[in-house]
């Protein structure tokens, strides 16, 4: 059998693995632009000059924001010349609390204070006053063949069919690590933070298409929100399609403990895999989900890795509740700061 015919993302499909609330966990996302090919480790890898490819190596993976290297659509020649300003976009995707910045940014302002700090802010909500402001939408697709197979055979097409798309040229873009590589294709729209994955070219040009109109398009291709953690993205997908909800943006998740309603701690796993949790649209509407954890067939995370049992997370039916702003509860969540 050929390494082809080997991918994690067959083996995925073949076992039927669900899509849903599998996305990756970030609360903001920093996006660069690099030319040319990645490695492995995009940040040590791909011909960044050596201060940045070091600070950004350097950041803490508990952060709360994901930084990805970006380039255009198409081939890229193996460049090792010195990039000292680059394109970017930087964006917060809490519910309630989406923001996005964007422009050029030089390295040295990059580099001239404490990137920790600054990415941690982001996570918070508080972006740095660099470009401007943007909420015009954006699809990252992962298309790094170093980091998985199958993110370059089914990404790179992909993405090559959106940019032919004179309506979506300017709203497409590749980037070297995702996650889920097993879901390939897989892509992240900004700002919102909201991931899909095994998308084709006519799911992910509704992708971006329903953004601009402010919904959320091709909802069976979409893995989760990534502001929010997995059973939370359970419950958020259970809701949107019992109730048809397809606007961006408009749903938060919440803990319930007793009668009270509480902020869904970001790495929250349920107690012993099960979490009770509470919807809420920004009308007031309201639905008690309880999500449950369970695991899948065995099957490879990533290409060249061995099968292995995953979590799946699946949400019984909601059940509608007194609306929130007429309960004395956490109010919906948002981020205050800057951007």
């Not at 990756?24 to 940045?52: C, D, I, T």
């Not at 971006?208 to 402010?214: I, S």
Request: proline share 9%; with cysteine; charged share 25%.
């Amino acid at each position: 059998m050929s390494e082809l015919d080997d991918r994690c993302a067959l083996a995925s499909r073949q076992v039927g693995e669900p899509i849903a609330a599998t996305a990756p966990r970030a609360r903001a996302w920093l996006v660069l632009e690099q030319p040319g090919p990645y490695g492995f480790r995009a940040a040590e890898q791909s011909h960044l000059p050596e201060p940045l490819s070091r600070a950004l190596s350097a950041l803490p993976k508990d952060s709360g924001t994901t930084v990805l290297l970006a380039r255009s659509t198409g081939r890229h020649a193996d460049r090792h010349d010195d990039v000292d300003r680059r394109r970017f976009w930087f964006a917060h995707t809490s519910p309630g609390g989406v923001r996005m910045r964007t422009g050029v940014v030089e390295d040295a302002a990059l580099l001239s204070g404490d990137l920790v700090a600054l990415v941690e802010a982001a996570a918070r909500g508080e972006l740095p006053p660099w470009g401007e402001r943007s909420t015009e939408p954006l699809l990252a697709v992962c298309t790094n063949g170093r980091r998985d197979v199958c993110c370059v055979v089914e990404g790179r097409p992909l993405a090559a069919a959106l940019a032919a798309q004179p309506d979506l040229t300017d709203h497409v873009i590749e980037v070297s690590h995702i996650g889920g590589h097993r879901f390939a294709p897989t892509a992240l729209l900004l700002p919102t933070g909201d991931v899909f994955g095994r998308l084709d070219a006519g799911s992910a040009a509704e992708v971006l298409r329903g953004a601009r109109a402010g919904r959320l398009g091709s909802l069976p291709h979409h893995r989760g929100r990534s502001a929010l953690a997995r059973p939370g993205q359970a419950a958020e997908h259970a809701v949107r399609v019992a109730e048809g909800i397809d606007s961006l943006d408009c749903l938060d998740v919440l803990r319930v403990l007793g009668d009270t309603a509480v902020p869904l701690p970001f790495r929250y796993e349920g107690e012993d895999g099960v979490a009770d949790l509470e919807v809420r649209h920004s009308d007031g509407r309201a639905w008690a989900v309880r999500v449950e954890r369970a695991f899948g067939p065995d099957r490879p995370e990533s290409c060249g890795k061995p099968p292995a049992p995953h979590e799946v997370w699946s949400a019984e039916a909601p059940a509608p509740i007194p609306r929130w702003w007429e309960r004395r509860q956490t109010p919906r969540r948002d981020s205050p700061g800057p951007g």
